[in-house]
């Protein structure tokens, strides 16, 4: 991977700047996915299950009570 970026780099191909820029700055968790098969899906699941329950109630108006009756629902 660090061959192909540094390529692109090298080749100057305007189109791939924002891959290459993207694979630079998320270098390290891209090859952690590699080598130890971890993901951050259990996170964007858990956010997804916030933003529907957030949907449920068409807005939050009372935070503390928000936050209380999701920590019943998803602790």
């Not at 098969?37 to 996170?43: C, E, F, L, P, W």
């Amino acid at each position: 991977m660090a061959k192909w970026h540094e390529k692109v780099r090298q080749a100057g191909f305007k189109t791939f700047n924002t891959v290459a820029r993207s694979i630079q700055n998320h270098y390290e968790t891209i090859l952690n996915y590699f080598d130890n098969r971890s993901t951050n899906a259990s996170a964007e699941s858990f956010n997804a299950k916030i933003k529907a329950f957030r949907s449920q109630f068409r807005g939050v108006r009372n935070i503390e009570f928000f936050l209380y009756r999701l920590t019943q629902l998803y602790a």
